[in-house]
């Protein structure tokens, strides 16, 4: 049996305040934990996450009320309350019946890591976020090695445009698909000379192709 890890990028989230924290913050948020406050029958879900010390958030730009529970020299843990049922990318994910294993946000976007036994799970779920969400992108896809079959696939890079392969060959080199990042979005369209949106758009293009090639669609 093999399986695929996704790690699956929302940029800008208006229902993520997590992700909003991160937009004024020079570091990401990490370890992005959430429970309902009473039980099922509360309306209410208690968040918690990390930032590095050095990087608190300002009061005057953040909109969620934050909590400071625990603090080193190194890191402060947050924590605060929202509605839940607000149609944040979590719960998207979740609703598919598939868990969410990670989340961290970065440069205001929240990032989902999240594990599916076949592509098809994989792509409904991004399409079900994109419904939702603008530039909603596939940062990284791994599969399981374990598996004893062999299913090769034939990728034409000639169904890219000129542009969707510059953008694409451009955020691999200068590390935009590696955990840790070597660039995040706004740095790859500053050298292409480029909106971040516009890269975004070319870059989930891109990926959707790719993607159809994998699922022979």
């Known amino acids: 049996m093999t399986g695929f890890r996704a790690t699956v990028a929302v940029s800008d989230p208006e229902s993520c305040p997590v992700a909003g924290v991160t937009a004024t913050t020079e570091e990401p948020a990490e370890s992005v934990t959430w429970t309902r406050a009473g039980g099922e029958n509360d309306d209410r879900v208690v968040e918690e996450f990390t930032l590095p010390t050095d990087n608190d958030p300002s009061p005057d730009d953040v909109e ?3 909590t400071p529970i625990q603090a080193n020299e190194h890191e402060t843990v947050y924590r605060f309350e929202r509605e839940h049922d607000v149609g944040c990318a979590c719960e998207i994910v ?3 019946g598939t868990p969410v294993s ?3 946000a970065r440069d205001g976007a929240v990032l989902l890591s999240f594990r599916t036994l076949e592509l098809e799970e994989l792509a409904a779920i991004v399409d079900g976020l994109r419904e939702r ?3 909603v992108l ?3 896809l791994t599969e399981d090695p374990s598996g004893e079959s062999v299913d090769p696939v034939i990728v034409d890079r000639g169904a890219l445009t000129d542009r969707q392969r510059e953008i694409l060959e451009t955020a691999h080199e200068m590390g935009y698909f590696e955990y840790p990042k070597g660039a ?3 740095d790859v369209a ?3 000379g480029v909106a971040r949106s516009t890269f975004t758009e070319h870059l989930a293009a891109a990926q959707t192709k790719l993607m159809d090639a994998f699922l022979e669609k």
């Open 94 to 96: 979740e609703e598919s």
């Open 133 to 135: 969400f603008e530039g």
């Open 64 to 66: 969620t009320d934050l």
């Open 102 to 104: 990670s989340v961290s």
């Open 138 to 140: 596939v940062e990284e």
């Open 190 to 192: 500053a050298e292409l």
């Open 184 to 186: 995040n979005a706004t």
